[in-house]
């Protein structure tokens, strides 16, 4: 027997709802919360707003495109966190709300969870065991994953996350936000050997991440060369700038999970989140396929913050998981802290 | 106080952190890369923080707890625009709390911040890439 899921996300600057019948994707609609560019960020305050707003259009649309009935829905789901308290509130209160008024069951989905199984979404299933990394604007995490539900962390970033160094680079350098997309564009026109900034290495844990040194190392570079330089800004190539910054960003992401990958002597790797969007991310990951890797990414709408991979991953937890008493889910407090550590 | 390397920076953050108490507002000032981030892993640690402290920049607000069981809020403002988005995150519920705030790139919010809040001035030096000044005020002037 199927089950329909009805599932809402609102962690950060999307608003998305989706509808699945079991793995399939009946519907998934996400409204990008387009003013947040001339902010040059997120703003959460505009961005609950926002959500509150829209919310109820974008679910109407993910049902009502889906071609299934709303009474046919079997279990809502929605993200407990990790993410803005003001946005979460929107989405977990509406889920919520709708799953009592209809009967019918809830549950919270983990952000971070339902990016690893992004990859999954209308694509081959990644065999156990892999290595998923999940690199975002807000998160850069490597994990050993066993098993359904089954999670070691074997590292994190200690201080940025790599998408957030995208983004304050393409500060310094005057581009917009988001800006990932736009270094990316850049750099393919540019020199990434142009100049090397250094990569960090972390002495306690092999397979933590630091871009905070990266940023920094842009911002001398930039100092040095460009604002004190009195040829002005056409003395340096913003391609080359881009193209270096994104290699040595690349370099580090790659370098630790195919470490990890050869250390676990695991075949198969699997890399979500925005940045896995990168296009350059993507070509150096490929390269490993001819040593006999496996390497998943999403496609690209699952790839950013999406309702497809809550409900996703709502549905794993509705087939694989021996927990599924979700009817309690609901008296769990609005915002749960996160911590990696208890996954 | 001058800074050599980022662990330097995190050393002065340990000896910051220990004279920190209950309800005690601490903003730091200093531009990108300047090592806001690195001196708060330092006065976390020296406040018994067991969890990862990194970059709040993307979610604006991360909470710990020290070691006695306090919570630690650790903002950073950098994308924010006006102080009527800080209030309307809950800036408010924050500073009711016993714990211990800490505030990246506070300056939309100074004046609405009660007084008595300490601060950290960090800045790079010239022709050092390695080396910051780290300055402690441990009451407002």
Not at chain 1, 48 to 67: N, T, Y
Not at chain 1, 149 to 165: M, N, P, R, V
Not at chain 1, 243 to 260: D, H, I, R
Not at chain 2, 10 to 33: R, W
């Amino acid at each position: 027997m199927s089950i329909t899921i009805f599932s809402i996300e609102t962690s950060c600057d999307e608003t998305s709802a989706a509808i699945l019948r079991d793995n399939q994707i009946m519907s998934n609609i996400i409204s990008s919360q387009q003013f947040h560019t001339e902010y040059g960020g997120i703003v959460p305050e505009l961005a609950s707003r926002a959500h509150i707003s829209v919310i109820d259009k974008i679910a109407d649309a993910a049902i009502s495109g889906s071609g299934i009935n709303k009474n046919n829905i079997d279990i809502v789901a929605a993200t407990i966190g990790p993410g803005l308290i003001g946005s979460l509130l929107v989405g977990l209160n509406y889920a919520k709300s709708f799953s009592i008024a209809a009967g019918i069951k809830f549950i919270g989905i983990n952000h971070i969870e339902s990016h690893l199984y992004s990859c999954y979404i209308g694509q081959e299933i990644i065999e156990f065991p892999f290595i998923a990394l999940i690199v975002s604007g807000g998160h850069t995490i490597l994990f050993l994953v066993n098993d359904y539900f089954s999670y070691k962390i074997l590292g994190q970033t200690q201080d940025d996350a790599a998408g957030e160094a995208f983004d304050k680079v393409a500060k310094m350098l005057g581009l917009g936000y988001p800006g990932g997309p736009l270094i990316d564009q850049l750099a393919k026109d540019g020199n990434e050997n142009f100049h090397v900034f250094p990569k960090s290495y972390l002495k306690e844990n092999i397979y933590d991440f630091s871009f905070s040194g990266i940023k920094t190392s842009v911002l001398y570079y930039l100092k040095k060369n460009f604002i004190s330089n009195s040829a002005g800004p056409a003395a340096i190539s913003l391609n080359d700038i881009s193209a270096s910054f994104q290699k040595a960003v690349v370099t580090a992401l790659t370098e630790k999970t195919m470490l990890a990958a050869k250390n676990f002597n695991v075949k198969n790797i699997a890399v979500s989140g925005g940045v896995s969007a990168n296009s350059r991310l993507r070509e150096e990951f490929n390269k490993y396929k001819t040593e006999g890797y496996k390497i998943s990414f999403p496609k690209p709408v699952y790839s950013t913050d999406n309702a497809a991979m809550i409900g996703y991953t709502a549905y794993l937890y509705s087939k694989y998981s021996r927990n599924r008493n979700f009817e309690k889910n609901i008296y769990k407090p609005a915002f749960a802290r996160f911590d990696y550590n208890k996954f | 106080m001058l800074s050599k390397s980022p662990e330097e920076t995190q050393k002065y953050g340990k000896a910051i952190g220990s004279v920190l108490k209950d309800k005690d507002i601490v903003l730091f000032y200093g531009e990108l890369g300047s090592g806001k981030t690195q001196l708060i892993k330092g006065i976390c640690s020296a406040l018994g923080v067991k969890q990862v402290v990194n970059s709040p920049t993307f979610i604006i607000v991360n909470e710990y707890v020290s070691g006695d069981n306090k919570n630690i809020y650790h903002f950073d403002l950098y994308r924010l625009k006006s102080a009527e988005e800080v209030i309307d995150i809950g800036l408010d519920d924050y500073l009711k709390d016993r714990g211990i705030i800490l505030i990246e790139w506070p300056e939309l919010i100074e004046d609405i911040l009660p007084a008595g809040s300490k601060k950290v001035f960090i800045s790079h030096v010239n022709g050092n890439e390695n080396s910051r000044y780290i300055k402690f005020y441990p009451v407002e002037e």
